[in-house]
């Protein structure tokens, strides 16, 4: 009964290499969303997907970050030309439904430190 | 405006103690809430939500819910110090399209 997987556990980058995080949701889930958590603050909510479809990237930094979620495979969180500011904890959630009474499972999280 | 506020604490209580934790949000239009919990270095995980205005119990927990104070809380009875993390308050708002909102947390330490 796998929960949802992300990988990697930790990732540390050098400034201005990319980093990739990777989420595949729980087994019958097809809504993804990723959250940021910067040191001591709260989730903030970056990107919501379903198969195919970015359906909200009200959350996501407009330059260096992207994401997808394509028809076979994980979820994927791009972040491009790293900068120190990016080192926090990515979390990934999935759900069976979408937005409004739906409960997100979490992933345990992509940690990125950016040296 | 900030969406989902939360006392940052800490909150400390003694073992047995009810700890009681609060949240006010920004959108009336909101219809889901949701408790969190989140241990040091680990990821978030549900405590339980609530839709309808009054309480909802969970073995030690309630969650308590006015939407026209705009205003949700959780009761922990009985503290214990395996309690003692930071409580995530989470609201379904369209004011940020269709994502699940977060307050910034609410830090429990449970004293033995």
């Known amino acids: 009964n796998a929960g949802v997987m992300q990988n990697p556990r930790h990732l540390v980058r050098r400034r201005g290499q990319e980093a990739r995080l990777r989420c595949s949701p729980m087994k019958g889930h097809s809504h993804v969303y990723w959250y940021r958590q910067l040191p001591e603050e709260g989730l903030k909510f970056m990107v919501y997907l379903q198969k195919e479809n970015i359906i909200d990237e009200s959350g996501m930094p407009k330059e260096r970050f992207s994401a997808e979620f394509p028809k076979e495979g994980p979820s994927i969180l791009r972040i491009q030309q790293v900068v120190r500011g990016d080192s926090a904890a990515y979390f990934c959630?999935?759900?069976?439904?979408?937005?409004?009474?739906?409960?997100?499972?979490f992933g345990a999280g992509s940690r990125l430190t950016v040296l | 405006q900030k969406e989902v506020e939360q006392n940052s604490g800490p909150l400390s209580v003694p073992e047995g103690a009810i700890a009681s934790l609060n949240c006010t949000y920004s959108d009336r239009g909101s219809q889901s809430f949701f408790w969190y919990r989140q241990y040091s270095g680990k990821s978030p995980e549900l405590i339980m939500f609530i839709y309808s205005n009054g309480d909802k119990e969970d073995g030690r927990f309630t969650a308590q819910l006015n939407k026209a104070s705009q205003y949700v809380s959780l009761l922990i009875r009985d503290s214990q110090p395996s309690d003692s993390a930071t409580y995530l308050c989470?609201?379904?708002?369209?004011?940020?399209?269709?994502?699940?909102?977060f307050g910034k947390g609410t830090t429990l330490s449970v004293s033995s």
């Open positions: 959630a999935s759900s069976g439904r979408g937005s409004g009474a739906n409960v997100l499972t």
């Open positions: 989470a609201v379904w708002t369209n004011q940020a399209g269709t994502a699940l909102i």
